[in-house]
DNA sequence: AATGAATGAGGATTCATTCAT
DNA sequence: GATGAATGAATCCTCATTCAT
């Protein structure tokens, strides 16, 4: 039964497989079987269409830091002078990708770049980008944007490193406030 | 002629090595087997002294936060009204704790914690220890002690989070640095 | 418009692809994938032309024994009494045949014919074949002409043997010479 | 029940298995799990002793190659002006060398030798050595030793490939008698 | 005729763990 | 206390082969 134009559609349940197994198992430590199994097809084919099990994950990797991505872009610019910050930060704790499993996910993967250079290069640019944005969103409330930037983008990683320990749904909207709190105080 | 008191000793080479060889991986994946000639001995050895592997890793997590714990000890009361504080920070960023090494042992034991009951109960005490610390620390210089020791917290995580991931020595000036801008700022 | 007569060319393309990838790879350990890719063609085509792997190799085979028949063909009778004999020998090591990835497919096939039946009696036609054409070359030469063909044969088959363990070019004239120095001496 | 000293044992019985298994399915397509079953361990085993399947394979060779030169030398000199010669020949076709199983093996590796560089290495050490001994042994007996030790270590490669390839039992003394018919003529 | 899609079977290798000594 | 010996279980990956289109 192969249907034609197989490949893209196969590799879009393998990446979303792996980051759910990921997620739920809180580690890299998964199979490609089990991977495949949950995307609902072999191992041999996922291995046909990925090569390996690393270029899974760093598709996963990829795919996670490409949504977040969007998230933002679609979000920008907002409006009034605080629209472009609002934007980023309502994208970084939206449902879509504040999801547990996509933190768990996220935070393997910081591990993974300690490792791997290609998830360390792909974690780089996030993180660049990240920064880039931020501080064009800081130019108009503050006069030292890149110091800020610098800060928001750890606390925001705290934050998201927290919000995986804590029992329970993931809280988007505490973890809002937390960012949105320091924000306040630094900007006057 | 068997040494009398090998067993501290033997585990505490366990532990070590099992820090060491899990920052050099930069990942949990360390064989046994890895650990036990790192500490001088046969897995079989290590095996006996812990019973799982997944043991010494405990041991090993346990040992990074009560080393941390030791520190912070040792530097409180300090002096003036921000002496708890600053003893606290200059504890968490000094060389012994804010070595690469352990910031990757670090940031997998938190990885661990999403798997691990124990290591999660670990992490969480360790959490509100540091957080009552932070408090206490806290009251004397600001209103509302409590939402700044969070958000500290979480700025503490995110800094060391990032430090790993910069390429190079860890530079806990830098870090101490950021995390001192924040608290300026906030607390007036 | 689905070329008409399409089936022997595709298969004479396996069949060259089959000989140059074993003789690059100096090994039967090569995959259907990789022949048919080199054929220019997918595998499963490959595989509806020959119905397996064995088959593709048994063709290879036969391939090579047919071709170095057809230029013992073409040269004999030759001329004079050692007409025969020359014109087997010259065909044994004309370039055509005396090519490395054509003795190392060949070395190959030797060890298949351990394994495989069909492989084994298309090597002792050819081997008989040789035998009766060298005896027949021999005999106004000789007084026992199927002893020195024997002997022959074998030789013929260690100079191969050799030749593809020396480095660099395969030399068909030294090969060559050394046959001749054995019959000089034999045939007085 | 862990015997000391086990490791040559165990390496031994491996290297054995090793070459029976090749032998018997006449091709180095054997699974670990077959040698280190034939040899009465898991394949875990002959892993930890071998490190990967190649230096089993490496490890196999060498044996070959190193019991014939253990033959060759215990034979040696011989006695009168052929003795060299003789105990070179004897040596080759004795019943230890010239059994069905080991001339399989050998041709397999001879094949292997395209492949591996150790291997490859392996058989030129040995061309080199037979080579050294038949001139030797063939100074006292023709002007041109060299060329004729060529040829008849060409000669003895061409008459075990063709041993293999005969049903039935090997016959070390037709072989033999082959490579005596060659050097009657040959040294007058 | 031709192929992309798909998989079952298998194989090398790794490793935590056990055990006899 | 200490270790060499040993293995079962797992895991990644490969590949010949099949099949619907």
Redesign the pocket.
């Known amino acids: 039964?192969?249907?034609?134009?197989?490949?893209p559609i196969?590799k879009a349940a393998l990446i979303n497989a792996a980051i759910t197994e990921i997620g739920r198992a809180g580690s890299l430590d998964?199979?490609?079987?089990q991977i495949a199994r949950a995307a609902g097809?072999?191992?041999?084919?996922a291995?046909?269409y990925f090569?390996?099990?690393?270029q899974i994950f760093l598709a996963a990797m990829r795919h996670i830091l490409t949504t977040y991505g969007k998230s933002v872009r679609e979000a920008l610019p907002g409006s009034g002078p605080r629209g472009r910050l609002d934007a980023i930060l309502s994208a970084s704790f939206a449902p879509l990708n504040f999801r547990r499993e996509v933190i768990s996910a996220w935070l393997n993967f910081y591990a993974l770049a300690l490792l791997n250079n290609q998830a360390e290069r792909l974690l780089r640019v996030y993180h660049c980008r990240l920064r880039s944005n931020l501080i064009v969103a800081l130019e108009p409330l503050t006069g030292h944007p890149a110091d800020i930037a610098d800060t928001l983008g750890a606390l925001i990683d705290g934050v998201y490193l927290r919000a995986v320990l804590t029992r329970g749904p993931t809280d988007g909207a505490a973890a809002l406030n937390v960012i949105n709190d320091y924000l306040e105080e630094v900007l006057k």
């Open positions: 039964m192969p249907k034609l134009g197989a490949e196969r998964v199979t490609v079987a097809m072999s191992p041999a084919l291995h046909h090569g390996s099990k690393e």
